[in-house]
């Protein structure tokens, strides 16, 4: 009996022993923002990564999962994110890092992956320089440029002779208004005036006012997307812009799908370029939306944010399949920087492996009214844009 007891116990023990060693977690880190004026853009980007992890867990190597370690930076605060990242990577021994919201963050983080060598998939963040801060960071997102740039250059070749530029004061506004600056002017565009609005608390009529009395053709601007677009949107319908025929154009963060609800009709007609719209016909992106909102609630609508994290946990998925599942940071690294996919919700992507930054297509869209809604409608497209801040700064 004993010897059978003892027996029985040793091939269990074997058994649990087989099983432990077959079975392996990687945990993925995700610094985002979940409390705060701001939660909601950390939402959009949890909610994406959420989605495709599962969507597309059971194609893991058997025995694989991934583990999500949540941290909350509470807005855009770089001490906190560094402590955070910090404790993800000695305590919870995270190998890899994705979400951030925020530039600061993102470039606080990119100093902490440096060192500690994990690799960081920013899944929103947007100025030009953050990839070029650490090999050790791949963006899925965008810079400011991918949008700003081809506006510009459309906005010349469409008859907008004279546009003011209005954006918040912080990088990825500096950059958007230098991007679209750039690609306007040099084809044959005419700047009328330029302003940089606060990032904290901003009361936008004065600015608005001023822009009015200039009589541009258009304004240009770029705001943090949600809120603020919502009260900028406000103050431009209700100092009556549109009636003095001033136009509205931008970057998408202006009107992103989730917030167009909340903006009443002043949106109508205001032209934006982006990399996304949850309006799109591609077949993905329908595939995409429904899956969003059946899993999310029919009123629940994904934005440029969830693609991002959608997209950055695709990547990060791939990389953990081709190591099959025993996974190291610099192979990780390699994998991230040669990551491809065909099929994306927003269109074709991959990764400049010589940059670390996103090509992607860029639509030229139109805010309508469709089945009742508003909606971000893609009626042209420049093709697989790299960075254009840097294709410009190349060394040569």
């Known amino acids: 009996m004993r ?36 939660a909601s853009l950390g939402d959009q980007i949890d909610k994406g990564i959420q989605l495709y992890l599962k969507k597309n867990e059971g194609s893991l190597p058997a025995g694989v ?34 979400g951030v ?77 230098q991007a679209f600056t750039k690609g306007y002017v040099d084809n044959g565009g005419v700047i009328a005036g330029s302003v940089r609005m606060p990032l904290q608390n901003p009361d936008f009529v004065p600015f608005l006012q001023r822009i009015k009395d200039a009589k541009p053709d258009a304004v240009f601007a770029f705001l943090p997307a949600g809120r603020q677009a919502t009260a900028f949107m406000k103050a431009f319908g209700d100092l009556g812009l549109s009636s003095a025929g001033i136009k509205l154009i931008g970057t998408g963060d202006i009107v992103t799908d989730e917030e167009l609800p909340n903006m009443g009709q002043t949106p109508l007609g205001v032209i934006t370029a982006f990399h996304y719209s949850a309006a799109a016909d591609r ?75 996103i090509v992607q297509n860029v639509y030229i869209r139109r805010t309508e009214m469709r089945d009742g809604a508003l909606a971000n409608i893609e009626f042209e497209t420049f093709p697989q844009v790299k960075d254009p801040w840097k294709e410009l700064n190349k060394k040569k």
């Open 283 to 357: 077949p993905e992106n329908k595939e995409f939306v429904a899956a969003w909102k059946q899993e999310f609630g029919p009123t629940s609508t994904p934005n440029y944010m969830s693609v991002g994290g959608w997209d950055a946990m695709g990547a990060i998925v791939e990389a953990i399949k081709a190591q099959n599942g025993k996974v190291t940071a610099e192979k990780s690294l390699e994998l991230l920087r040669n990551w491809k996919n065909a099929a994306s919700p927003r269109g074709p992507v991959s990764i400049d492996p010589s940059t670390g930054d």
């Open 101 to 177: 919201v925020w530039t600061p963050v993102a470039a606080a983080l990119a100093k902490v992956v440096d060192q500690a060598k994990v690799p960081l998939v920013l899944a929103n963040a947007s100025a030009a320089m953050l990839p070029t801060l650490s090999p050790w960071v791949t963006r899925m997102s965008l810079s400011m440029w991918h949008a700003g740039y081809p506006l510009g250059q459309w906005a010349a070749r469409n008859g907008l002779g004279r546009v003011y530029t209005a954006v918040s004061d912080y990088t990825p506004g500096h950059d958007s208004e």
């Open 65 to 98: 999962k991934i583990e999500l370690v949540r941290r909350d930076d509470t807005g855009p605060n770089p001490e906190v994110a560094i402590r955070l990242a910090q404790e993800l990577i000695v305590r919870e021994k995270v190998q890899f890092i994705t």
């Open 3 to 38: 010897r059978t007891v003892l027996a029985v116990a040793l091939a269990t023990g074997v058994a649990l022993s087989a099983t432990s060693t077959l079975a392996q977690t990687i945990k993925v880190g995700v610094i985002n923002t979940y409390s705060g004026p701001q």
